[in-house]
């Protein structure tokens, strides 16, 4: 299964072209991707006009959505944090470990353009999709 996460979804949303975004428009009908809820919430979070919004929840909630909440994913993601600092590389968002880590701990692939899941690819062996 591939998440695909929020630097995907604002850049497809707003009609950017790269490769994660074109990766997206050939595989919804082939595939089904997904997104979690913190992902929808940040995608959300970005739209200025409450109708945009609406037609944005819309569309993403034909896909399937995980819910991610809860004390275990916390402490997974907290103890992932805290071993990539070790490494040098300190994770800015706590999302994004949340996203990595729930990833990670359900076995999906990721989708993404933020840097800050490369380490989770290097060192905690995230599945990433690379168009």
């Not at 979804?9 to 997206?24: A, C, K, L, S």
């Not at 997904?34 to 944005?56: H, M, N, P, S």
């Not at 994004?96 to 701990?105: K, N, P, S, V």
Request: with cysteine.
């Amino acid at each position: 299964m591939v998440i695909v996460d929020t630097t995907v979804w604002i850049d497809y949303f707003h009609g950017i072209r790269n490769p994660e975004t074109d990766w997206v428009h050939a595989q919804l009908d082939r595939q089904r991707l997904r997104l979690t809820d913190v992902i929808l919430c940040e995608v959300l979070q970005g739209v200025r006009d409450e109708d945009a919004a609406k037609d944005v929840e819309r569309q993403l909630l034909k896909l399937e959505l995980f819910e991610t909440g809860g004390v275990n994913l916390a402490r997974e993601a907290a103890r992932n944090y805290r071993t990539l600092r070790s490494r040098g590389h300190t994770v800015r968002k706590t999302i994004d470990c949340l996203i990595a880590t729930f990833c990670l701990h359900e076995q999906h692939s990721l989708l993404h353009r933020d840097r800050d899941f490369d380490p989770f690819e290097e060192f905690l062996t995230l599945s990433v999709i690379h168009p």
